[in-house]
T-cell receptor, first 113, second 114 residues
Framework: DTAVSQTPKYLVTQMGNDKSIKCEQNLGHDTMYWYKQDSKKFLKIMFSYNNKELIINETVPNRFSPKSPDKAHLNLHINSLELGDSAVYFC????????????FGEGSRLTVL | GDSVTQMEGPVTLSEEAFLTINCTYTATGYPSLFWYVQYPGEGLQLLLKATKADDKGSNKGFEATYRKETTSFHLEKGSVQVSDSAVYFCALPRNSGGYQKVTFGTGTKLQVIP
C-alpha cells in the first residue's frame, strides 16, 4: 500500500487553464503539506494543514488554493496556470508530535505550455 | 531566521570512493537535524536523523554527526555505490506557533560512476 499517493503523476496543460492535484495519505497522520520543487531541485513549502485547518500559508499567489476535506486528504487547485508554475509538486505528511519525519508522495510533474 | 546551507553539486564519484556532503545550519536553540534522499523519479525519504548535539545518525552505510560547536551535520559514506546516485537534502525542522515547518537545503546531486 502506498503511504502518500498523489494523482496525477504527470500533467501537461496550456497557460490559462485550471488544474487540480490530489493527495491522500493512509498513515493516520494529522499534518499534510504541499511543496514545490523547481528544475534545480530547490524545495519550497507552500501550504500545511493540521486536521483540516490551514496552519502554514507561505507567500504563494492566490491562484493556488489548497483544500482539505478530511485529515487524510489535501488537494491543490491552481487557477489561470502560468509558465512559471511548471514544477514538481510534492505532497507530504507527518504526525504532529514525534520525531517529525516527513513522508513524501512521488510527486506530480506539472508542465505548462 | 533558521536556514540550512549545503555544498553545491553535482558531486561525481567513482564507485567505492569516500563521500562527504557538507551541511551547516543557523538556528536558535538545538533543533533536530535530518538528511533526506531523493532517488530519480521519486519523492524524498528520510535517510537519517540526529535529535541532539553529538548524536550520530546512521543508515545504509551513511553517517552524520550533529556538531554543535561548528553548527554542522555533514553526511559521509565510506564507499559509495552506483545505487547511491540521488539528490541529498539536509533539513532543519522547527516548531513555529505550535506547528512544525521544515527548512530544506538546496540539495546536492550525487552521481556515482562504475
Amino acid at each position: 500500500d502506498t503511504a502518500v499517493s498523489q494523482t496525477p503523476k504527470y500533467l501537461v496543460t496550456q497557460m490559462g487553464n485550471d488544474k487540480s492535484i490530489k493527495c491522500e495519505q493512509n498513515l493516520g497522520h494529522d499534518t499534510m503539506y504541499w511543496y514545490k520543487q523547481d528544475s534545480k531541485k530547490f524545495l519550497k513549502i507552500m501550504f500545511s494543514y493540521n486536521n483540516k485547518e490551514l496552519i502554514i500559508n507561505e507567500t504563494v499567489p492566490n491562484r493556488f488554493s489548497p483544500k482539505s476535506p478530511d485529515k487524510a486528504h489535501l488537494n491543490l487547485h491552481i487557477n489561470s496556470l502560468e509558465l512559471g508554475d511548471s514544477a514538481v509538486y510534492f505532497c507530504a505528511s507527518r504526525l504532529q508530535v514525534g520525531t517529525g519525519e516527513l513522508f513524501f508522495g512521488e510527486g506530480s510533474r506539472l508542465t505548462v505550455l | 531566521g533558521d536556514s540550512v546551507t549545503q555544498m553545491e553539486g553535482p558531486v561525481t564519484l567513482s564507485e567505492e570512493a569516500f563521500l562527504t556532503i557538507n551541511c551547516t545550519y543557523t538556528a536558535t536553540g538545538y533543533p533536530s537535524l535530518f538528511w533526506y534522499v531523493q532517488y530519480p523519479g521519486e519523492g524524498l525519504q528520510l535517510l537519517l536523523k540526529a535529535t541532539k548535539a553529538d548524536d550520530k545518525g546512521s543508515n545504509k552505510g551513511f553517517e552524520a554527526t550533529y556538531r554543535k560547536e561548528t553548527t554542522s551535520f555533514h553526511l559521509e559514506k565510506g564507499s559509495v555505490q552506483v545505487s547511491d546516485s540521488a539528490v541529498y537534502f539536509c533539513a532543519l525542522p522547527r516548531n513555529s506557533g505550535g506547528y512544525q515547518k521544515v527548512t530544506f537545503g538546496t540539495g546536492t546531486k550525487l552521481q556515482v560512476i562504475p
